[in-house]
């Protein structure tokens, strides 16, 4: 049983279908470095994937098995690993990224050719990302009809329940410590990312029910709010696969089924219930999102790197690494992106709706690639995913599927009013403006001189004046973008 992005014992297709072949399991899972060029795991998925694998060996070290670890090029070390073994299957579950698809294809015939069966199943996505094609047989670029579609033949098998993998692994398997594959940083900056999550199955399973316990019905009103706990923050649990997206459809579902329940026996008016549907509706539809990022993925694979929409391909983004570092820091001078980035630094996470504003920040105010937004986040997230960065990023910019239109440009000030109205999100994470009132924190530059003295803010000294004009930018930004749009077609 080759384990990737599915390091979980429940609902785990392949797993569950080595165990019940009857055979001995090898429960293995190969590094590979250099596997993914560009798109290797950054620093803060690796810090994870080093805590997911302990806690994936410890399940199946309390199951008298072992993870086997090792290191180096997957098509070589299986085969050795087959050779050693004599094993005479191989499973896996799929994974859809470009380098993952590339790299699958050559294994499945590697072992195809030496007689030995792969069978490989589905554990990551509620259904294959090339299920669903428009009526002439193309893929989707727009969300909405995509989801519909999907939605109207989805109906998600229930998830498995958790498998036991039984007997050691052969003793001439030898696995590598965890610790050689040096995921872990050397200079340990991950206190913030230690403090916030539990990696694992177990802390995945925890995050689930806290949310559907206390988030889920509400979930259609608080989820744009980065200073309420809305949100589910199980991203980086179902990009390592430690929670399937089955697992959390039916999870919410039961929720609905029995609140509903619930009511009918307190003979609650119907407009309860059906606000409840409506949360329910909300988060699901975000997995739906999920799902798209994946079928764009697969049916663009270029689009990690190239725009979808090939008038941005020749775009004269600006270079201004002093810029791209200011808000990369979070001191850009305006305290909702600061308050973003600076999460983000802390935690390897940021709320979505903060990474829309500072992705807007990023390629519109500043006109800096959404290239250079994608990478960092590639290193920064805990659940950086190729399929998801890609989409988002490119609809922050206005070049990919479904993209905010280039004439969208978020003000931040106004969002982080609307999305942050007693600036709480901001108090968090740029404590220098803590003591400010929250008719200025959002715009500490506007504020009368005694309320900045008053609050004890400098601006300039301990917190930055904004480092570029908003209505000059958005000015910039239009007519560059219009010319682009409007100049090539489609
Ligand atoms: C610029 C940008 C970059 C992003 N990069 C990533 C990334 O690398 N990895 C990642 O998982 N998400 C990414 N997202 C999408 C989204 O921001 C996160 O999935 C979400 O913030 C995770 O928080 P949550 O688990 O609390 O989500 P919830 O709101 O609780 O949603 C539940 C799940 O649905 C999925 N989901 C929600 N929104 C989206 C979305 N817009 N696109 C795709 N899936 C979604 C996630 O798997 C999420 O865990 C990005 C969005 C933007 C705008």
Known sequence: MWFRLDLRLSDNRALAAAISSGARVIPVY???????????????????????????????????????????????????????????????NRRYDPQGVRRDQRVEAAFKERGVKVET???????????????????????????????????????????????????????????????????????????????????????????VGSGLFSYSTARD????????????????????PRQVWHSAKSALDAARKRDARAAANRDGSSTKNIDVEVFLKELGWREFAYHVLFNFPDTCDQPMRKQFSDFAWRQDPPAL???????????????????????????NRVRMI??????????????????????????????????GWQWCAGCGADAAPYFRIFNPVLQGEKFDPDGHYIRRWVPELA????????????????????????????????????????????????????????
């Open 358 to 391: 500072v992705g807007s920040f990023l390629t519109k105010d500043l006109l800096l690639s959404w290239n250079e937004g994608a990478k960092w986040f590639w290193d920064t997230l805990v659940d950086a995913d190729l399929a998801s960065n890609t989409l």
């Open 121 to 211: 199943f589905n554990s990551s996505l509620l259904h294959e990302p090339d299920m669903v094609r428009t009526a002439d047989g193309n893929p989707f670029r727009v969300f909405t009809p995509f989801w519909n579609r999907l939605l109207s033949s989805l109906v998600p098998e229930p998830p498995l329940a958790a498998v036991s993998v039984p007997a050691m692994p052969p003793k001439a398997v030898q696995s590598l410590p965890l610790d050689e594959l040096k995921l872990e940083p050397s200079i340990d900056w991950a206190h913030g990312l230690r403090g916030s999550w539990e990696p694992g199955e177990a802390g995945a399973q925890k995050r689930l029910a806290q949310f």
């Open 435 to 490: 003591a400010l009132p929250s008719k200025w924190i959002h715009k500490p530059w506007q504020a009368p001189e005694t309320v900045l003295e008053k609050a004890g803010v400098k601006l300039g000294f301990n917190y930055p004046g904004p480092i570029i004009d908003h209505a000059f930018a958005r000015k910039r930004a239009l007519e560059a973008l219009h010319q682009c749009t409007a100049s090539v077609p489609s």
């Open 325 to 351: 570092r200011a808000w990369q820091r979070g001191k850009t001078g305006y305290p909702i992106v600061d308050a973003g980035m600076r999460q983000l630094w802390h935690m390897g996470w940021m709320h």
């Open 30 to 92: 190969i590094h590979d470095p250099h596997e993914a060029g560009a798109w290797s795991p950054g620093a803060a998925s690796r810090w994870w994937l080093h805590q997911s694998l302990k806690s994936l060996d410890q399940q199946l070290a309390e199951n008298g098995s072992k993870l086997i670890i090792l290191q180096g090029d997957s098509h070589d070390e299986l085969i050795e690993l087959q050779e050693k073994t004599g094993a005479t299957r191989l499973f896996w």
């Open 225 to 244: 709010r980065p200073d309420l706990n809305g949100i589910s923050m199980l991203s980086p649990h179902l990009h390592f696969g430690e929670i399937g």
